[in-house]
């Protein structure tokens, strides 16, 4: 019923810059919330960034600075562009959103999308 679809991970250098996409699709009648989580090997998934439907932000602590949330409500789309890349970044990044349509109000996930920082 519905989907969330990332793209833009892959590898990059320490300093270099990434930007992910993930886009939402099926049946839907609004889109609250949207974020980002990672997980590392061996750990805990964690928030990175969020983004409420009117705008505001939220970041990790060890995001801010280098990383912005955005989102485009026409496209249902919410973007990460990652800059100063740290290998400490490394991870698969999952892209969450918190969607109403007739069937439910919920969270909903992405498959994943891998980053890797490493020279």
């Known amino acids: 019923q519905v989907q969330l679809v990332e793209s833009g991970g892959g590898l990059v250098q320490p300093g270099g810059s990434l930007r992910l996409s993930c886009a939402a699709s099926?049946?839907?009648?609004?889109?609250?919330?949207m974020g980002w989580y990672r997980q590392a090997p061996g750990k805990q998934r964690e928030l990175v960034a969020a983004?409420?439907?009117?705008?505001?932000?939220n970041y990790a602590d060890s995001v801010k600075g280098r990383f912005t949330i955005s989102r485009d409500n026409a496209k249902n789309t919410v973007y990460l562009q990652m800059n100063s890349l740290k290998p400490e970044d490394t991870a698969v990044y999952y892209c969450?959103?918190?969607?109403?349509?007739?069937?439910?109000?919920?969270?909903?996930w992405g498959q994943g999308t891998q980053v890797t920082v490493s020279s």
């Open positions: 969450n959103a918190y969607i109403i349509n007739i069937y439910a109000t919920r969270d909903y």
């Open positions: 983004i409420t439907s009117g705008g505001s932000t």
């Open positions: 099926g049946s839907i009648f609004r889109i609250n919330d």
